[in-house]
């Protein structure tokens, strides 16, 4: 758990909700009564307990719905009402799903459900099959329909279009709670987002840690919304996952202050995880030929953009240097011949201020920079 979560709310997963609901649901449908409050089993043995926000029955069908709590987490759907209706299953159907409005369905291979399928992953239908096994028995038969209230447009704030999930949002988790901040389920992300760029077939991934440097680099290579994947600072967690689940090309993109940082050794390059050493970017600029003036200025800059604006007045261009030392910090975590890496640095207007070429990574050094 990282260590700024530790005194932060945890709050629980869309399939957490998504079980407590079908459960209440199920429970109604047999019974003719909601629960006033419903517990579920998380796979790690816990058994948080819910209070329903809708209650509804009618011909064959009961509803139930939950307001998810994301705890302290700055989750899109914290707030959201996920909903379940149960219905019976034909004999021998055992429990099926359904993507209701707002849950979205798998239109593109390479995720954890095949293409047709509702976005309702693995472990949440576990926990869904188990709560109505706790109420039914096993072995029982029913259709569960999960919905999400304006789950559509919750979806525009998550990668779900990227990644060929239509219509609305997935029911997400393996633990059943939401750790604030949890770096866990954004490097997730990023494995499904390989996942599904392999499935594809494609053979050139572009990881950018923000949203300038990602445009910049599609532009760049004119890649497809499939190739781009939303890496954010875990450069390491991407390129550890490639090494394991090869691409041929791999370009990395990124402002200046980040590429620094990489530069500088870094994997992951969250400002909390330690600052570009204005010091070391003020030796890199003295070997390049600055002057003992403007290598003071450097390393009293107020951040990395300051120092690259000083270099840039005088004449001095850092990008490529950077380009070349964070190529060798990336190269070091895929070590594979049969993976070419490229590395692009850009700055606040998206413009390009430093590159390698494409180079396999088991070689100690890139082809020359360009800029």
Not at 58 to 74: L, M, Q, S, T, Y
Not at 192 to 218: F, P
Not at 323 to 340: Q, V
């Amino acid at each position: 758990m990282d260590e700024e979560s530790k005194n932060l709310r945890r709050g629980w997963t869309t399939g957490t909700c998504a079980a407590a609901a079908s459960k209440a649901a199920c429970l109604a449908l047999i019974s003719g009564e909601f629960p006033t409050m419903v517990e579920v089993t998380l796979p790690g043995g816990q058994r948080p307990g819910f209070a329903l926000a809708i209650e509804e029955r009618g011909e064959g069908f009961a509803k139930a719905g939950i307001v998810k709590d994301a705890g302290d987490d700055p989750d899109v759907t914290h707030g959201a009402l996920i909903m379940s209706t149960v219905r019976r299953g034909a004999p021998g159907s055992g429990i099926t799903f359904k993507a209701g409005p707002g849950v979205g369905t798998v239109t593109r291979p390479g995720l954890p459900l095949p293409p047709g399928e509702p976005s309702i992953n693995p472990v949440p239908r576990q926990m869904i099959a188990q709560a109505i096994a706790e109420v039914a028995g096993e072995g029982s038969d029913f259709e569960v329909e999960i919905s999400v209230a304006d789950g559509e447009k919750i979806a525009e704030k998550t990668l779900n279009g990227r990644l060929g999930i239509l219509g609305g949002i997935s029911i997400l988790g393996t633990t059943g709670i939401v750790i604030p901040f949890s770096c866990s389920a954004w490097i997730h992300s990023i494995w499904r987002g390989i996942d599904v760029a392999r499935a594809a077939g494609l053979d050139h991934i572009s990881g950018a840690t923000g949203n300038t440097s990602e445009k910049a680099a599609q532009a760049h290579h004119g890649l497809s919304e499939i190739a781009l994947i939303d890496m954010g600072d875990f450069v390491g967690g991407m390129l550890k996952y490639v090494r394991s689940h090869p691409v041929a090309k791999v370009t990395i993109a990124g402002g200046v202050a980040k590429m620094t940082k990489l530069a500088q050794g870094m994997l992951d390059v969250h400002s909390k995880r330690g600052l570009a050493d204005l010091e070391a970017l003020a030796k890199l600029a003295a070997e390049a030929g600055a002057d003992d003036g403007l290598v003071a200025r450097i390393a009293g800059a107020n951040t990395v953009s300051h120092a690259f604006q000083l270099a840039g007045e005088s004449g001095l261009t850092l990008g490529g240097r950077i380009a070349a030392l964070a190529w060798k910090t990336a190269a070091k975590a895929l070590r594979d011949p049969a993976i070419s890496l490229e590395i692009l640095v850009f700055d606040r207007q998206g413009q390009l201020v430093g590159k390698t070429e494409f180079t396999p990574s088991d070689h100690s050094d890139p082809l020359p920079s360009v800029i």
